[in-house]
């Protein structure tokens, strides 16, 4: 039973989102009668009300794009798909932004900050209260109240406050199918409903013999389990051109196990085209560094809930970014930060590996996360003729949030006006921080304030990996960097600092690019070369002068600044395409035509086989 949202308007701006609410139908309205209050109380009870209609309208238009990603994948109409992706993406803050410009000019008051906010706290939390999603409204609210705060230094929390909100059944968010070892294909077959697509299924019999197959063939060495019963989630996961359905197997005692089906839509109709049931699998596939799942049921906690228990070892904040819910996914992670540092009592402090010349990250021993902010000025180790400043770098963080990351590059949470305990940061490093960005952090009291800050997935760096890792998995590791290379480059980015200082490695080995202050547009970079040169020519090249960045793909090697040869060759014989020409600029061309190169979001071992082909368990 899927949980369909109501018909919404299109949201086109600010004026068309800010209607309809206690009779007012127009965004003029609700200003002129801002700017007429007689009282205060009468300010604060409009502006409540305006930020609740905008934000009624914007979850209203966030719920219908989630549920266009459904109708997009059974017609087939891919661009579509891709095209509200990006618009849901950027409908938050499109919303948030002009209202709180609108707020600003109706209401000046309301920059003065402190009582006159929490006045309109109480009024918007009674309004919400019963309300599931009473939480996000909230989380609204004070969005809106930090952008009319942009540019001052007045923090806001990033937090709830303890909204109540109703809690659904668990049949809402997931269907149990009791079951045993070895599975009935039947059992799978209803499974396979969940979304309640309205293209059918090409053989719904034959995929769930397929599938079946592989959930027993995983299972056999351990004799079934104790398999209990088969829940997923009821919903699909739509993804660009694909769909998924999520569930898990309930093993005996408190074990479970992932499964996901994958879904391919053509003209025949839907056939089930992978099963993964690996953590590693399960864990790439619903990666913030993808873009994000627009997934058809309204439950976004207990949505979280079901992936963090089927991939306990990522942080609860990641799972709502899998699910969109960037917004709720940033004051999850700020309250894991919040949590860990005065649970453990640890100190933040300079991350480990080489020291950034653009950014400062710092983190504790046991945070799941990386913070950083960028300097005022880089070290005197940049690499670069010039600094773009603060602003040019930090857009280009924004940027790789808002596009496909293509699983290589890592997503960037933004926090603005926030503040943290300076008791929580090591002496040498808040001292650091309020020198080289002053800009960015200040001291107000015992707290540090930021004007932003930037929140990554913490890795390993893939510098400090290569030291001490065994010969195999380092070598795993430079072909896998080769591979985020590519991906990052089928995503029209450009790192032309290829050090690998620059990326990062997870415990599966895959390889991140997290490092932006070097990132530029692809298609924009001119590509050159040296080796159409002779021997002993010492004329400067035609191209030196060539405004612009230029890159030179023989460099590549030289660049990741590897001392290992072993390394070296084993990055050169799996990727010697990389250095070509012929690479660099085929690829540009495709990008200019709009002919992305596919990534593949799991591995060939993942796909089902057919009929009388053997299937093997990949863990």
């Not at 997931?174 to 979304?195: E, G, H, K, M, T």
């Not at 873009?291 to 942080?315: C, D």
């Not at 005065?342 to 010349?357: F, I, N, Q, W």
């Amino acid at each position: 039973m899927s949980d369909t949202p109501q018909a919404s308007r299109p949201i086109a701006g600010v004026h068309a989102l800010i209607s309809e609410s206690a009779g007012v139908s127009l965004c003029a309205d609700y200003a002129t009668r801002l700017a007429s209050a007689a009282r205060e109380r009468g300010g604060v009870e409009l502006t409540a009300e305006w930020i609740l209609s905008v934000f009624d309208s914007f979850y209203a238009e966030f719920l219908k794009l989630t549920w266009a990603a459904k109708a997009a994948f059974q017609s087939r109409d891919h661009p579509t798909s891709i095209a509200n992706a990006r618009r849901r993406l950027g409908l938050y803050n499109a919303t948030v932004y002009p209202l709180a410009e609108a707020l600003r000019e109706a209401f000046p008051k309301l920059t003065e900050g402190g009582p006159l906010w929490t006045d309109v706290e109480a009024v918007y939390r009674g309004a919400v209260h019963g309300r599931y999603e009473a939480d996000l409204a909230l989380a609204y609210l004070h969005s809106v109240q930090r952008r009319v705060h942009h540019g001052e230094w007045k923090p806001v929390e990033y937090g709830f406050g303890g909204s109540h909100r109703v809690l659904p059944p668990s049949t809402a968010v997931y269907a149990r199918f009791p079951c045993s070892w070895p599975i009935d294909s039947l059992v799978i077959q209803r499974a396979l409903q969940v979304a309640e697509l309205t293209v059918p299924f090409c053989d719904p019999a034959r995929d769930a013999e397929l599938v079946a197959r592989r959930v027993n063939d995983v299972l056999a060495d351990r004799a079934g389990a104790g398999l209990r019963a088969l829940e997923m989630v009821r919903a699909g996961f739509f993804r660009n051109r694909g769909a998924y359905l999520v569930g898990r197997l309930v093993l005996k005692g408190t074990e479970l196990k992932p499964i996901v089906i994958a879904l391919l839509s053509s003209e025949e109709g839907v056939r089930a085209e992978a099963v993964l049931h690996a953590v590693p699998h399960v864990h790439n596939l619903c990666s913030s560094t993808e873009a994000p799942f627009q997934v058809t049921n309204r439950h976004y906690h207990e949505l979280a809930g079901f992936l963090k228990s089927i991939m306990p070892s990522r942080p609860l904040g990641l799972h709502y970014s899998t699910i969109g819910y960037y917004h709720f996914s940033k004051v999850a992670v700020m309250t894991e930060v919040r949590r860990r540092l005065v649970r453990e009592r640890e100190l933040l402090a300079v991350a480990p590996g080489s020291l950034g010349t653009v950014t400062i990250a710092f983190t504790s021993p046991r945070l799941d996360y990386v913070l950083k902010v960028i300097r005022d000025r880089p070290t005197s180790a940049y690499k670069w003729d010039s600094f773009d400043g603060l602003d040019v770098v930090l857009a280009k963080y924004k940027r790789v949030h808002e596009i496909n990351r293509t699983g290589s590059m890592l997503d960037n949470i933004l926090y603005y006006n926030l503040k943290l305990e300076r008791s929580w940061f090591e002496p040498a490093l808040a001292t650091e921080l309020l020198h080289a960005s002053s800009n960015s952090v200040r001291e107000q009291g015992r707290a540090l304030v930021f004007k932003y800050l930037i929140a990554q997935r913490k890795l390993t760096p893939l510098n400090v990996f290569l030291e001490t890792a065994p010969e195999e998995k380092a070598v795993r590791a430079m072909i896998n960097l080769g591979f985020c290379i590519r991906n990052n480059a089928a995503a029209n980015v450009f790192n032309k600092d290829f050090d690998i200082r620059n990326y990062g490695v997870s415990r599966y080995l895959k390889v991140y690019l997290y490092d932006y202050d070097a990132v530029e547009t692809l298609t924009d970079v001119k590509v050159r070369t040296n080796r159409d040169r002779c021997d002993g020519e010492e004329d400067v090249p035609s191209w030196f002068f060539e405004p612009g960045v230029t890159f030179l793909p023989e460099e590549i090697e030289a660049g990741l600044r590897v001392r290992n040869r072993t390394l070296r060759r084993a990055f050169r014989a799996a990727h010697a395409d990389l250095m070509s020409v012929e690479y660099w600029e085929g690829l540009q061309q495709a990008l200019r035509a709009g002919e992305v190169p596919g990534i593949h979001t799991f591995p060939e071992s993942c796909h089902l086989r057919d009929w009388g082909a053997e299937t093997v368990a990949i863990e």
